[in-house]
């Protein structure tokens, strides 16, 4: 049974940074795509970071226009975990953080994904 449990969102103010994780469990970890999504209230879940790993070590990372340049995504490959570092909040990026995996090469659809977490619920004041 696979499972994505994220963690560490919460009620910030504007300018300051939060750090996401995704623990995953029940899945070859090294073999998937690992993306982070986001959900305004009334907004549909949009992209925001991916990252996989193209070979010993190495990995590419995919970012939204929106948050490129302040957020940083990375994984540990032994711990089965995905990161997400949020620097330089703005209001507009409140909403739920979703992780989600899948297996290919490309993770910027919604549609594409295997499996998806519960969210974390990450809140910027003004």
């Known amino acids: 049974q696979v499972q994505l449990v994220e963690s560490g969102g919460g009620l910030v103010q504007a300018g300051d940074s939060l750090r996401l994780s995704c623990a995953a469990s029940?899945?070859?970890?090294?073999?998937?795509?690992m993306g982070w999504f986001r959900q305004a209230p009334g907004k549909e879940r949009e992209f925001v970071s991916a990252?996989?790993?193209?070979?010993?070590?190495?990995?590419?990372?995919d970012y939204a226009d929106a948050v490129k340049g302040r957020f940083t995504v990375s994984r540990d490959d032994a711990k089965k975990t995905v990161y997400l570092a949020m620097n330089s909040l703005k209001p507009d990026d409140t909403a739920v953080y979703y992780c989600?995996?899948?297996?290919?090469?490309?993770?910027?659809?919604?549609?594409?994904?295997?499996?998806w977490g519960q969210g974390t619920q990450v809140t910027v004041s003004s």
């Open positions: 990252i996989r790993r193209t070979g010993h070590n190495t990995y590419y990372a």
């Open positions: 989600g995996a899948v297996r290919g090469s490309d993770g910027r659809r919604v549609g594409q994904y295997d499996y």
């Open positions: 029940g899945l070859t970890f090294t073999s998937y795509l």
